[in-house]
């Protein structure tokens, strides 16, 4: 069975309202997706799925010389033709043969994956909003992106009143604790909520002494990047509880190889709607070591792409056991959502970040800016109080005066809050 004809459609799917309140700040370029149909000399159609602004592996702009006319199943193993062209050609094996795409991954051992809600950091209402809408569709945990500018236990407590005591939080620091100092005397106090599970990246991960020093003073489980730092150094010094894992699916089994031996658990991290997570599952479904709850982000688009939607139970969504992938594009949606371009700019802004005593710093005009500045302006962790929120172009002289004195890294700070008290004279 050979690949006669290949077709890759953009398409702008738009984010759920209360998400996009948010995230198009940040990331509006994961707007866009790539669908990808693989015709073969049969007529047999695979489909996949591209996040072409993220993604492990972008679908080659000469993809079509690479894989015209080629067999197949001589490119399943092949991570560097593309996300969705991987997928596609595994979807159209096996509908070829009869059978579901984890019989051709390896042997299944568990008909139904656990499955995460996601989201970016937000002031607490924002994120018990997200925490109550994820219980509300089935699920029953979240990864958040947690930052060292927002009030972590503020938005823990508050999440806490609007799901059950079942419902778990996994928070992805991104290295922005800083260090082991910091992020210690963080993660101590985080000990108070049972429901807070997991804690991933909480220093750069190159950071192996701090990161080990992290491990055996908390008491709750950590997550790192598969890689980072190199897996034996990973092993040998015992940083980590379990990983993060993504790529191909050559990739992925090959990590699961070492997960397995080393009996380290990992969630699957493959980005996108309902295309990937279908993938998802059926990775899921092979790899033993698989047993935290996958993130696909599926959750913060509006449409899943495909005709039967994705249904969550308990946490948990089933595999799929008809031939292929198993599903069906809902292409009256595909065909409303196709574009012709793949890339969103931001909304012009800079972030200012609020202290509880009317301090108010201004930073950078990204997330990748704050991630850098904050840090290394030495600024508290996670205060009682604080809040960060982006301030967006609204045309005034005001906002220019804020954009130009935040350039190259550096930082404007006010006082913003109720005049101060006189001085009394002693």
Known sequence: MKIKSVDLTYLNVPFTPHTDKHLKYWLPHWHITQVCRLTMDNGIVGI????????????????????????????MWNDGIGAGVQMAIFDAIGKHE????????????????PLSWWNMDMP???????????????????????????????????????VPEHFHLDFDYNGTLDNAANAVAHL???EAYPQVAM?????????????KQIRQRINKAVAMHYGSPPILTTLAEDVTDGFVVSGGARAISEQTAIADAANKPYWLQLVGTGITTTWAAHLGAVHKAAK??????????????????????????????KPGLGIELDEKTIKKLTVDYHWIDKVRHVYRYARKSGEVVYMGASKED??????????????????????????????KEIWEAVQDGKTLRRFEGRKRAPAKRK
Not at 199 to 211: K, L, N
């Open 292 to 321: 935290w709850p996958a993130i696909t982000c599926m959750n913060i688009w509006k449409e899943q792409l495909i005709r039967d939607k994705i249904v969550m139970r308990g946490g948990y969504h089933q595999v799929l056991d």
């Open 124 to 162: 607490a209402a924002d994120w018990a909003r997200q925490c109550a809408d994820a219980h509300k569709a089935g699920y029953t945990s979240a990864k958040l992106k947690a930052r060292s500018w927002q009030d972590v236990r503020g938005a823990v407590e508050a999440i806490l009143k609007v």
């Open 188 to 190: 101590k106090a985080m």
């Open 48 to 75: 996949g799925e591209t996040i072409p602004n993220y993604t492990w592996s972008r679908v080659p702009d000469d993809i079509e010389d690479q894989i015209l006319g080629e067999e197949a199943a001589s490119l």
């Open 370 to 399: 704050l991630q850098r500045v904050y840090p290394a302006a030495a600024l508290p962790v996670c205060e009682r109080g604080s809040v960060t929120l982006p301030y967006e172009d609204d045309g005034s002289k005001r906002f």
């Open 199 to 211: 804690i991933e990246s909480p220093i750069p991960q190159g950071d192996v002494a701090g990161s």
């Open 98 to 113: 009869n059978v579901p795409a984890h019989q051709l991954l390896g042997n299944q051992v568990r008909d139904y994956v």
